[in-house]
């Protein structure tokens, strides 16, 4: 009888395959499984990540808003109204036949003023009305050194004598430091303009006389590019009138009484106190483009050149300066002291004819966040128009900042 057993045994060949395979799989690691097998995990990453970002954030505007609370003492209204360091500021406005532009300066944006003053001075009276807040002792004695002809009120404020960056915690009591200052002018009945040293100016701007026409109280530029953007009378508030009144009195004291307790900007609360107004409260109206922009001007055709351009794309003053020469803004000799007329000039004219060329600059880290903070607002006021008087308290408490 012929034999029909078969051998069950598996091969050799078959072993090795089988015992190739099974090493593969144990090679492969935990992750990777995952990733292989669970779509979810794209998911989990995302938001693991985004809690990592809100644990940041969160611990950073409670370290901010301690800050504020351990020295808002420096910056209080009854420090300055009890020193004769703003008596003496009082009386030198006093002798002043128009309001004064009020700008703050510490020692890490010496450069940056230096700067400016180049850009204004052959603009007639642009510097007899400016006034410049000096935080430490270096700030004072360069710029009375430097431009002993520029009047200065000094305020020493140990709080805010080392560097800091955008949305920490010295940088908010800056935010108070200006609501109170701004408070006690209008409580001792001066009318002020409140501005900032990265602004570039083509045209002199006083001479528009703004200050005496209109029926406002206050007087801001703009956040938006255009006026049919959604961003439309958003003020930026880094150049800005005020008239002292009562109206003006209250909204600023509501302003620094928030920023004791509030981890924002002080432009946040100011545009939604403007914004949700009563008849009995101030008057905010708003600076035509043709006459203030911003950073968002360069990147335009650039047609009606304005009088000034605030520019507010770089939150790093180490490195703005720099920036800002890239785009041709920059008007001081290689000592950064020495004046640099020839480049005012030019500059000017590229502003007129629209020749300003802002692909030859980098994207930076700040410019990048206010593009797609500027994105994200246009779409949230577009879906959820209610939102707007609120978006830019939420803002400050959303924004990625390193």
């Known amino acids: 009888m012929i034999s029909t057993a078969f051998n069950t045994e598996p091969s050799e060949d078959l072993k090795k395959k089988e015992k190739k395979r099974k090493k593969n799989e144990e090679s492969r690691s935990w992750i990777t499984r995952l990733w292989h097998f669970n779509w979810f995990t794209p998911i989990y990453i995302y938001w693991f990540v985004f809690g990592l970002l809100c644990l940041r954030k969160t611990s950073r505007a409670i370290n901010s808003n301690k ?102 915690g010295p940088y908010q009591l800056v935010y108070l430091l200006r609501a109170n200052l701004a408070t006690l002018l209008i409580k001792h009945g001066r009318s002020f303009w409140m501005m900032q040293q990265d602004t570039f100016w083509r045209d002199n701007l006083f001479e528009l006389d703004l200050e005496s026409e209109g029926n406002y109280d206050m007087l801001f530029d703009q956040l938006a590019d255009s006026e049919d953007s959604p961003r439309a009378e958003i003020l930026n508030g880094a150049n800005f009138y005020v008239r002292a009144n009562n109206r003006t009195l209250q909204y600023f004291n509501r302003v620094a009484e928030r920023l004791k307790h509030w981890y924002t900007a002080d432009v946040a609360i100011m545009f939604h106190q403007c914004y949700t107004r009563k008849d009995n409260e101030s008057r905010c109206e708003y600076l035509p483009f043709n006459v203030a922009h911003n950073w968002q001007w360069i990147y335009s055709e650039q047609k009606n050149p304005p009088y000034i351009i605030q520019l507010d794309c770089e939150t790093n003053y180490g490195t703005k300066l720099d920036t800002l020469a890239s785009y041709g803004f920059n008007f001081t000799m290689a000592d950064r002291i020495t004046c640099n007329p020839a480049a005012v000039k030019e500059t000017r004219r590229r502003a007129i004819t629209g020749s300003l060329d802002a692909r030859v600059t980098k994207q930076s880290w700040g410019r990048f966040t206010f593009k797609v903070y500027y994105i994200i607002t246009d779409w949230s006021f577009w879906l959820f128009p209610f939102v707007k008087p609120y978006m830019g308290l939420m803002a400050f408490c959303i924004m990625v900042t390193f």
């Not at 003053?117 to 603009?123: E, Q």
């Open 67 to 168: 800050y504020v609370k351990e020295h808002q003492h420096q910056v209080s209204q009854a420090a300055l109204e009890s020193s004769p360091r703003f008596h003496h500021f009082l009386s030198v406005l006093d002798e002043m036949d128009k309001p004064p532009a009020i700008l703050i300066l510490n020692q890490y944006a010496i450069n940056m003023t230096y700067n400016y003053l180049c850009n204004t001075a052959d603009l007639s009276g642009v510097h007899d009305r400016l006034i410049f807040v000096t935080l430490d002792k270096v700030a004072a004695d360069s710029l009375r050194r430097t431009w002993p002809h520029i009047k200065q009120f000094h305020w020493p404020t140990p709080a805010l004598y080392d560097r800091f960056s955008f949305a920490e």
